[in-house]
């Protein structure tokens, strides 16, 4: 595929949320033909990212890492997105993360040329790819993670087979007893590393770890344990100095998801008598959203007093399509339009057919399950209005990741919902 085939795909009724009658459109075109969400202009269930809102988010996490000297690698893995991606990349991160090869692959077409891919690399097939994208990209680097002699083993016996193939440059992996990859002591991480230098199939050029896998939201937890696995980074990373085993101008210390980032951003550039780049890898800032992750805002903003920082940028529309007893609303929406994994959605507005008299949901209105194509809004009824067949229902989300990958595009709205771009999605 061509970058336009990312950046500019054409977009057409094929994809859900676009206009039924309308003829394919490139993605540039789309916020030149005066859509409104709330005027029945496309059909719902629908999507929507709130553009200013987004930019907030852009600019309010560039400015926290670059207050703390670091630099951002956000996680492609949200969004999937090309045109996010961008939007990152120009706003000032470093590069992007990513969780497999084919996800790099987007990436790399999307202009990303620093790039992590925040796991263990190992098939013939998916080292074949990074080798070519290398050759045919001029200064991209594709560094990915390695936690065993097992893995190296595996790359070094591709390497045996590919003479011509350059040095895979790694990031040792640290992670935590009962979780997930990642060496648990600093005695196997130290062991590792020697065995890397050793090897002529990879460069090892800093370490690695992941911290939201035990987070809970509270503070007495949370910091302790972050602490815990950032001295054991530190411990190999300056084991390794000593010891000479890193290779190239900078020392990369990675970690960060979206939950406790501001506890580890302030570990990630420990004094090492060398150059240090720490990177933080928060994907889920993009959009936030208005669940899980403003809860975790809200500790983040009492550690920090940053104030109300992320704000949730995505939506999702749809329609009360019956009222079949009383409390009981069934909204055309389900799990194949939004996220469940972590909490049901989170009613927002009600506003009627034509969407000019948007209010707050009651306090008791709750979705109480969802079917494929169904949403069953529950409220009493009895101090407020009940809602109506036909009624918009604006939705917010816990966890963005898995409401982008029901999407395989997103309008881009302003504040009256006037559809003014578009993001599209590759998973």
């Given at each position: 595929?061509?970058?336009?085939?990312?950046?500019?795909?054409?977009?057409?009724?094929?994809?859900?949320?676009?206009?039924?009658?309308?003829?394919?459109?490139?993605?540039?075109?789309?916020?030149?033909?005066?859509?409104?969400?709330?005027?029945?202009?496309?059909?719902?269930?629908?999507?929507?990212?709130?553009?200013?809102?987004?930019?907030?988010?852009?600019?309010?996490?560039?400015?926290?890492?670059?207050?703390?000297?670091?630099?951002?690698?956000?996680?492609?893995?949200?969004?999937?997105?090309?045109?996010?991606?961008?939007?990152?990349?120009?706003?000032?991160?470093?590069?992007?993360?990513?969780?497999?090869?084919?996800?790099?692959?987007?990436?790399?077409?999307a202009g990303a040329r620093n790039c992590l891919i925040a796991n263990q690399v190992f098939a013939d097939g998916d080292l074949q790819?990074?080798?070519?994208?290398?050759?045919?990209?001029?200064?991209?680097?594709?560094?990915?993670l390695i936690d065993s002699v097992d893995q190296l083993e595996l790359i070094e016996a591709w390497h045996r087979q590919n003479s011509?193939?350059?040095?895979?440059?790694?990031?040792?992996?640290?992670?935590?007893?009962?979780?997930?990859?990642?060496?648990?002591?600093?005695?196997?991480?130290?062991?590792?590393?020697?065995?890397?230098?050793?090897?002529?199939?990879?460069?090892?050029?800093?370490?690695?770890?992941?911290?939201?896998?035990?987070?809970?939201?509270?503070?007495?937890?949370?910091?302790?344990?972050?602490?815990?696995?950032?001295?054991?980074?530190?411990?190999?990373?300056?084991?390794?100095?000593?010891?000479?085993?890193?290779?190239?101008?900078?020392?990369?210390?990675?970690?960060?998801?979206?939950?406790?980032?501001?506890?580890?951003?302030?570990?990630?550039?420990?004094?090492?008598?060398?150059?240090?780049?720490?990177?933080?890898?928060?994907?889920?800032?993009?959009?936030?959203?208005?669940?899980?992750?403003?809860?975790?805002?809200?500790?983040?903003?009492?550690?920090?007093?940053?104030?109300?920082?992320?704000?949730?940028?995505?939506?999702?529309?749809?329609?009360?399509?019956?009222?079949?007893e009383p409390g009981l609303a069934i909204l055309a929406v389900g799990k194949r339009d939004l996220s469940y994994d972590l909490e049901?959605?989170?009613?927002?507005?009600?506003?009627?057919?034509?969407?000019?008299?948007?209010?707050?949901?009651?306090?008791?209105?709750?979705?109480?399950?969802?079917?494929?194509?169904?949403?069953?809004?529950?409220?009493?009824?009895?101090?407020?209005?009940?809602?109506?067949?036909?009624?918009?229902?604006?939705?917010?989300?816990?966890?963005?990741?898995?409401?982008?990958?029901?999407?395989?595009?997103?309008?881009?709205?302003?504040?009256?919902?006037?559809?003014?771009?578009?993001?599209?999605?590759?998973?």
């Amino acid at each position: 595929m061509e970058a336009i085939d990312y950046l500019d795909p054409l977009i057409d009724s094929s994809f859900k949320g676009f206009p039924h009658d309308r003829a394919a459109l490139r993605r540039s075109q789309i916020g030149a033909q005066g859509w409104n969400v709330l005027k029945g202009d496309l059909p719902l269930p629908l999507a929507v990212i709130r553009r200013d809102v987004m930019r907030h988010n852009l600019d309010w996490m560039q400015r926290f890492a670059t207050a703390r000297g670091i630099d951002l690698a956000p996680h492609g893995k949200t969004s999937m997105s090309p045109q996010l991606f961008r939007l990152q990349l120009d706003a000032g991160a470093w590069g992007m993360t990513f969780a497999t090869v084919t996800q790099l692959r987007v990436g790399v077409a999307a202009g990303a040329r620093n790039c992590l891919i925040a796991n263990q690399v190992f098939a013939d097939g998916d080292l074949q790819c990074i080798d070519r994208l290398k050759r045919a990209e001029s200064g991209l680097r594709a560094i990915f993670l390695i936690d065993s002699v097992d893995q190296l083993e595996l790359i070094e016996a591709w390497h045996r087979q590919n003479s011509g193939a350059n040095a895979f440059e790694v990031l040792l992996e640290i992670g935590v007893s009962g979780g997930r990859t990642g060496c648990r002591s600093l005695a196997s991480a130290l062991a590792l590393a020697v065995r890397l230098h050793a090897s002529r199939a990879v460069r090892m050029v800093g370490v690695e770890c992941y911290e939201g896998l035990a987070v809970t939201g509270d503070t007495t937890h949370d910091q302790p344990y972050a602490e815990r696995l950032m001295d054991l980074v530190h411990a190999v990373a300056k084991a390794c100095v000593e010891q000479d085993l890193f290779e190239g101008d900078e020392i990369l210390l990675s970690a960060g998801g979206s939950a406790i980032f501001d506890l580890v951003a302030s570990r990630l550039t420990p004094k090492l008598g060398r150059p240090v780049r720490g990177l933080l890898r928060s994907g889920c800032y993009v959009t936030h959203d208005q669940g899980n992750y403003k809860r975790m805002m809200s500790a983040v903003a009492a550690r920090t007093g940053c104030g109300s920082g992320l704000q949730a940028a995505m939506e999702v529309w749809a329609r009360v399509q019956s009222c079949p007893e009383p409390g009981l609303a069934i909204l055309a929406v389900g799990k194949r339009d939004l996220s469940y994994d972590l909490e049901m959605p989170i009613p927002l507005l009600v506003g009627n057919r034509g969407g000019d008299e948007l209010r707050p949901v009651p306090p008791d209105w709750k979705v109480t399950g969802l079917n494929d194509q169904h949403a069953y809004l529950r409220g009493s009824g009895a101090q407020h209005a009940a809602p109506q067949v036909g009624d918009l229902i604006c939705l917010g989300i816990s966890h963005p990741c898995t409401t982008f990958d029901k999407w395989r595009w997103m309008p881009l709205v302003d504040e009256a919902h006037n559809v003014r771009d578009a993001i599209v999605t590759c998973f």
